[in-house]
């Protein structure tokens, strides 16, 4: 039998590894958890996800599953987050904005956090 | 364990090392979700470590394999997997997120079966755990679809032309596994060494289980 690993979506050295990048463990562990304690159900993250994976394709290229895949997962989270009035566009911005700001004054090598701000 | 990366990774200052790497967009979103979520006390730590380890090292494709060779071993097994999946897999408890309704499809000589989430990436994770990133791919996801033959050649699987394919699309309500055919020349081998032969992607369709040499 022939071999044809080295298409798009059969790249052997990736086949194996669960998450490629921890970002995308990360917001699947939040969003599993976020659901199983009742502030969604996994049908409404689906619902929610599945618009972002259309809207995004109606943009862009075909997606690889892999980091885009997850970029789209990650605007669902925030989509449902709005939607369940759990945050707002504005607080995740401002939040976004702290760590970007932690990153840019903490020195090199230093553990970087931001300051609690009320969310 | 999972081990908390630094996902800023290696990156070398040439000039100063005035400052920490910046992390990408997406990275500082998910960044600010988690420190949201965690000041408002939805989520916590522990778990969110306990989901990641479960689903990077614990629940995975070897679940499925001894569904499968279970299957083959015992026909009483196999009919309970084949009328209720979810109960039967459930006997071997295996169970949960994403398994809650299972259905498995069986090869035949005269079929054979593909599973594909056209609308996102939905999979039997109890089994199977997390999909590797081609399942969620738009090229597997239409494809499969429109030309599963081809689509199978090119993972290395050349059916005959006689075999039926049939794909089945994944919902968040129900999620397929498909229970392959016992590769010829394993009757003396028991369920334990059975399921050693069952591959991740034989149970998606991609594949075929390995071959007695």
Redesign the interface.
Known sequence: ?????N?????KT??????????H??????T???S??G?FS??EF??V??KS?KKQ?SLSK??????D???CW?NA??EI?IIKK??NKD???L??E???QA????????P?N?K??S? | M?K??D??GDHH?PHD????????D????????????L??G???SK???E??DT??NRI?PKNGAKVVAKAWVDLEYKKRLLNDATSAIRELSYQG??GENMVVVENTTETHNVIVCT????YPWPVL??P?????????R?RTVREPRKVL??????LDPKVQIKVWDST??IRYLVLPMRPKGTKNMDERELAELVTRNSMIGTGLPKEIK
């Open positions: 039998m022939k071999s044809y690993y298409l798009p979506f059969t790249n990736q086949d194996q590894i669960v998450f490629q990048n921890p970002w463990s990360q917001l699947f562990a939040i599993v958890q976020m199983e304690k502030n996994w049908k689906v619902d996800f599945e994976l394709r075909n997606l690889d599953g892999s980091n895949y997850f970029s990650l989270l925030e987050l759990v945050s607080t995740l911005m939040l976004k702290d760590w970007t990153y840019l004054s903490t020195p090199h090598g230093k970087v931001i609690n701000r969310v | 999972n908390k990366k996902i800023s200052h090392q005035a400052h920490s790497h910046l992390p990408s997406p990275e500082l979103r998910v960044k600010a979700v988690e420190t949201l979520l000041n408002k939805l989520i916590d778990t969110l470590d989901l990641i689903y990077e995975g997120r994403q609308l996102c990436s939905c755990g997390i590797p990133t081609w399942y969620k791919s738009d090229e597997y239409s050649l090119e993972f290395g699987l050349s968040a309500e």
